[in-house]
């Protein structure tokens, strides 16, 4: 099955879209990216956490960064969260990190 539109995502039952957003899922990270691009915030914050950890997508520090702070700017706990613990952890790409 092909990755689903966000028309698609919308119309689906809870079951539905918890079996295509479950880990092993093969349209799982192309799902949530889609969803993130959209604005939900839940799939903002997973979409971050793919990037930081490299799972199931590329690693890339920064775009996890960016897609916490989108996130964040809607109240998500745990995204903001996370932007402080990459800092914190010094998960931060070069240039993003302030010096003293």
Known sequence: ?????IET?????????????APGSPDRAAAIRLAAEAGHAEAQAALGQMLLDGEEVPQDRG????WFHKAA??????????????FDLGRVPRGLARTR
């Open 73 to 86: 700017e809607q109240g998500h706990v745990m995204a903001i969260n996370m932007i402080g613990r990459c």
């Open 63 to 66: 775009a996890a960064l960016r």
């Open 1 to 5: 099955m092909a990755a689903p539109d």
């Open 9 to 21: 995502l919308n119309a689906m039952s809870a079951g539905e879209l918890a079996a295509l957003l």
